[in-house]
């Protein structure tokens, strides 16, 4: 099985505020929702309690790679949301 990449595929790399990256396959027009989900799901972390921001811009669930101009090998910051810390 030849392992190239298809050209309607993208590597995008996810990177933790610690610094670890996971690397998802995932097509031009694919709604990122799946790949928040996955990396979700791997890490045990609920989808809103997490931020998806590339290139300074908070991702949307709607949004496809195409659509904000990603390109092979792009990275998405994923950042843990603070809630509370203060109180009165």
């Given at each position: 099985?030849?392992?190239?990449?298809?050209?309607?595929?993208?590597?995008?790399?996810?990177?933790?505020?610690?610094g670890?990256?996971?690397?998802?396959?995932?097509?031009?027009?694919?709604?990122?929702?799946?790949?928040?989900?996955?990396?979700?799901?791997?890490n045990?972390?609920?989808?809103?309690?997490?931020?998806?921001?590339?290139?300074?811009?908070?991702?949307?669930d709607?949004?496809?790679?195409?659509?904000?101009?990603m390109?092979?090998?792009?990275?998405?910051?994923?950042?843990?949301?603070?809630?509370?810390?203060?109180?009165?």
């Amino acid at each position: 099985m030849d392992n190239q990449q298809k050209p309607d595929e993208l590597n995008i790399n996810v990177k933790s505020q610690d610094g670890n990256i996971i690397c998802f396959k995932l097509k031009k027009n694919t709604q990122l929702k799946k790949l928040i989900d996955s990396y979700c799901n791997k890490n045990g972390l609920h989808p809103k309690s997490v931020r998806f921001i590339f290139e300074g811009e908070r991702i949307k669930d709607t949004d496809t790679p195409e659509g904000l101009g990603m390109e092979n090998g792009d990275e998405i910051d994923a950042m843990i949301e603070q809630h509370g810390g203060w109180s009165s």
